[in-house]
Nanobody, 122 residues
C-alpha cells in the first residue's frame, strides 16, 4: 500500500488549501478513508472521514463547516478542501483508512505516507 499526500503550503489565516491523496495497492472503494493531522507535540487526530461510497462524511468539531472531504473512486484519490484556515490548523496532514464501513472496521495501513505540511501563519 502506498499513500501519497500533496497540496500542503504556507497560507495566511482565513486562506484556503486543497489537499490531495493518491492511493495505490488496495481496492480503494472497499475502504472508508480519513484525513488525519499531527501538530508538533500532539497526538495524531482524525479530522475528516468519508464512507466507501462517499455518501457519508464526518468531521472533527474543530473543522466542521470549514473542511470538506471528498473521494473519487475512479481515480482512487481522496481530497480535503480546507477553508477559513486558522493557526491551530497548522500540522502535517495524512490520509489513511480507519473507522468502520458497514459491519467491517479498518485499522490504518502501515506505513503511513509522508504527509503534507500545512502552515497557517501571518
Amino acid at each position: 500500500v502506498r499513500l501519497i499526500e500533496s497540496g500542503g503550503d504556507l497560507v495566511h489565516p482565513g486562506g484556503s488549501l486543497r489537499l490531495s491523496c493518491a492511493t495505490f495497492g488496495f481496492t480503494f472503494d472497499d475502504y472508508p478513508m480519513r484525513w488525519y493531522r499531527q501538530a508538533p507535540g500532539k497526538r495524531r487526530e482524525m479530522v475528516a472521514h468519508i464512507s466507501n461510497s462517499g455518501r457519508r462524511t464526518e468531521y472533527a468539531d474543530s473543522v466542521k463547516g470549514r473542511f470538506t472531504i471528498s473521494r473519487d473512486n475512479e481515480k482512487d484519490t481522496v481530497d480535503l478542501q480546507m477553508n477559513n484556515l486558522k493557526s491551530e490548523d497548522t500540522a502535517v496532514y495524512y490520509c489513511n483508512t480507519g473507522g468502520c464501513g458497514g459491519s467491517v472496521c479498518h485499522s490504518p495501513f502501515t506505513p503511513w505516507g509522508q504527509g503534507t505540511q500545512v502552515t497557517v501563519s501571518s
